[in-house]
């Protein structure tokens, strides 16, 4: 059964810093792309950074200012997130699976986390 954990949320002023680390359980195939999505209030889920085999993808909103690494050994996805904007407050989901195509495509992944609530103030 995997399993997916996030921890490091919390809430920070703009201009601040967080990471967020996804970790795995269960999950033997290190060829399962690992992801981030964030949901606001009211708002859908949206892509944030993906990585894969093949390399690492951004969303517009977060590029040159979160970076996304996966550790294989130890079965993480961690997300560093600087230069924070109070629009980046959201709940961050990791997600993984075995995407075939766009990794932006939320409908892609299997697997999901519960959540982890970042609130930027102003």
């Known amino acids: 059964q995997v399993q997916l954990v996030e921890s490091g949320g919390g809430l920070v002023q703009a201009g601040g810093s967080l990471r967020l680390s996804c970790a795995a359980s269960?999950?033997?195939?290190?060829?399962?792309?690992r992801a981030w999505f964030r949901q606001a209030p009211g708002k859908e889920r949206e892509f944030v950074a993906a990585?894969?085999?093949?390399?690492?993808v951004y969303a517009d909103s977060v590029k040159g200012r979160f970076t996304l690494s996966r550790d294989y050994a130890k079965n993480t996805a961690d997300l560093q997130m600087n230069s924070l904007k109070p629009e980046d407050t959201a709940v961050y989901y990791c997600?993984?699976?075995?995407?075939?195509?766009?990794?932006?495509?939320?409908?892609?992944?299997?697997?999901w986390g519960q959540g982890t609530q970042v609130t930027v103030s102003p």
């Open positions: 997600a993984a699976g075995a995407v075939r195509g766009p990794l932006s495509r939320k409908e892609a992944y299997v697997y």
């Open positions: 990585i894969n085999w093949s390399g690492t």
């Open positions: 269960g999950l033997t195939s290190g060829s399962y792309a």
